[in-house]
């Protein structure tokens, strides 16, 4: 069982920055990939970004890129967010996501199904 806390969410300005973590339980945390994905009310949940287990490849979705870096610290199991130049439509709530189970260590993954444990999530307001 893994356990996931995501923190750093808040309001900002449009052009601001945060920086989100999730902190996860367990032992084996550095052997899995994992990923963000957001909420927006009224819309379904969307891959953000995602980090394989050693950190070596990444991937975002086209409205993030340049703006937002996923990475990780595998000594401190936890996996963060920067999201930089961030905009209204950036709103919503983000969750961290880790995929169990045994795969190549530069594998990552976008589909929210292929996840098995969530974090409650944080809300991100960006103003304009």
């Known amino acids: 069982q893994v356990q996931l806390v995501e923190s750093g969410g808040g309001l900002v300005q449009t052009g601001g920055s945060l920086r989100l973590s999730c902190a996860a339980s367990?032992?084996?945390?550095?052997?899995?990939?994992m990923g963000w994905f957001r909420q927006a009310p009224g819309k379904e949940r969307e891959f953000v970004a995602a980090i394989s287990s050693s950190g070596s490849t990444t991937d975002y979705t086209a409205s993030v890129k340049g703006r937002f870096t996923i990475s990780r610290d595998n000594v401190k199991n936890t996996v963060f967010l920067q999201m930089n130049s961030l905009k209204p439509e950036d709103t919503a709530v983000y969750y961290c996501?880790?995929?169990?189970?045994?795969?190549?260590?530069?594998?990552?993954?976008?589909?929210?199904?292929?996840?098995?444990?969530w974090g409650q999530g944080t809300q991100v307001t960006v103003s304009s």
């Open positions: 367990g032992r084996t945390f550095s052997r899995y990939a």
């Open positions: 996501a880790v995929r169990g189970g045994v795969y190549a260590s530069g594998t990552y993954f976008v589909r929210s199904q292929s996840y098995n444990y």
